[in-house]
């Protein structure tokens, strides 16, 4: 896998070491890209490291929803 420092990149890096559904990254854009000062992709790695934590929730939702549970009833 070819390392790309780039928003785009980091997500593709991270998600697929999660081991991620690989549809999920096209769902999420960076709109503000290179926002701290630095001369490493800071801003970039930081940005799709909490977008990939949003990525990996919105996938056990995903999860959660489609699963058949026969909840207990409240007490």
């Not at 701290?36 to 990525?55: E, H, K, M």
Request: proline share 8%; glycine share 8%.
């Amino acid at each position: 896998m070819t390392h790309t420092f780039s928003f785009d990149g980091f997500v593709d890096e991270i998600w697929h070491a999660l081991g991620g559904d690989p549809a999920f990254p096209s769902a999420i854009t960076q709109t503000n890209p290179g926002g701290l000062p630095s001369a490493f992709a800071v801003t970039d790695l930081a940005t799709a490291s909490i977008a990939t934590a949003g990525l990996a929730i919105a996938e056990l939702v995903e999860l959660l929803q489609h699963r058949d549970i026969d909840a207990p009833s409240p007490t």
